[in-house]
């Protein structure tokens, strides 16, 4: 069942290598009281991917100026996602689903991605307030289409 605004944002633990060097563990609840924005993507070092993380990596002093934190979901492993933030000096966390069961809980797993593979994440945004509730879902038609990153931004804005 899709997730709608105005409901509670399921919680979840997924682990993390970035920004940090050491693996660490990031919760939903343990990031409440600040404003999140979960932004799914099909796979690193793909086109599109690379594009929406960078743009949000760069703008990522701007969400913080918000009291927003960034968060990147993809079912890469944690190897990737280091790899990739690393290669592309990306600053925020990125966050490995790589049993899918975040994509699964958010009704965002794509069943095919490319080349046949198979149970990506969607390319899709959730802003959350600080109570955890819901506010902004965008969820794209096809992996290549890009993020409304104003979107985001007045999504994240109207919850001062």
């Known amino acids: 069942m899709a997730l709608k605004v105005g409901v509670k ?4 633990t997924l682990p993390s290598f970035t920004p940090s060097k050491d693996l660490t563990q990031i919760s939903l609840d343990g990031m409440r009281g600040k404003n999140i924005v979960l932004l799914f993507f099909p796979q690193a070092f793909t086109g599109v991917c690379t594009t929406e993380m960078c743009t949000m990596s760069e703008n990522f002093d701007v969400y913080k100026g918000m009291d927003a934190d960034v968060l990147g979901i993809s079912v890469d492993g944690t190897f990737v996602q280091k790899a ?7 600053k925020m966390p990125l966050l490995s689903d790589f049993n899918r069961e975040v994509v699964k809980l958010y009704d965002v797993m794509r069943p095919e991605f490319a080349h046949g593979m198979k ?8 802003v959350i307030d600080k ?12 992996p290549g289409d890009m993020v409304n990153f104003e979107g985001i931004k007045s999504a994240v804005e109207s919850l001062k």
């Not at 944002?9 to 979840?12: E, H, S, T, Y």
């Not at 990739?84 to 990306?90: G, P, Q, T």
């Not at 109570?131 to 096809?142: K, L, N, Q, T």
């Open 9 to 12: 944002a399921p919680d979840f």
């Open 84 to 90: 990739f933030a690393e290669k592309n000096n990306i």
């Open 119 to 126: 149970g990506t994440a969607e390319r899709a945004v959730y």
């Open 131 to 142: 109570d955890g509730v819901i506010r902004y879902i965008e969820v794209m038609a096809s």
